[in-house]
Nanobody
Framework: QLQLVESGGGLVQPGGSLRLSCTAS????????IGWFRQAPGKEREAVSA????????LYADSVHGRFTISRDGAKNTVYLHMTNLQPDDTAIYYC?????????????????WGQGTQVTVSS
């Protein structure tokens, strides 16, 4: 069973930063493309960012482009989402997910395993 665990969420003031981590239990993330998604209360889940197995050509939603950075560290078996200049609209539960194949995508249906999520709250 493929299990992912997100961490790093919390409460931050507008303009602040957080770094989310996505780690794997019992397998290597190097074999998968990884996506980050989020879901705010009363809203549909939306794609935030995705990264390929090689780490090249990351993808970002327009709403986070220039503020969020996705990266992966094979030695730590972890994928990160570094979020800066956070705004109240970024408040949501953030999930990481994996898909087989080389390329990450922004389509949730293409991902086969998901973590439990980590809460990010942006508020003054």
């Amino acid at each position: 069973q493929l299990q992912l665990v997100e961490s790093g969420g919390g409460l931050v003031q507008p303009g602040g930063s957080l770094r989310l981590s996505c780690t794997a239990s019992g397998f290597t993330l190097d074999d998968y493309a990884i996506g980050w998604f989020r879901q705010a209360p009363g809203k549909e889940r939306e794609a935030v960012s995705a990264i390929s197995r090689t780490g090249y050509t990351p993808l970002y939603a327009d709403s986070v482009h220039g503020r969020f950075t996705i990266s992966r560290d094979g030695a730590k078996n972890t994928v990160y989402l570094h979020m800066t200049n956070l705004q109240p609209d970024d408040t949501a539960i953030y999930y990481c997910a994996l898909r087989r194949g080389l390329i990450g995508t922004m389509q949730a249906l293409e991902y086969e395993a998901w973590g439990q999520g980590t809460q990010v709250t942006v508020s003054s």
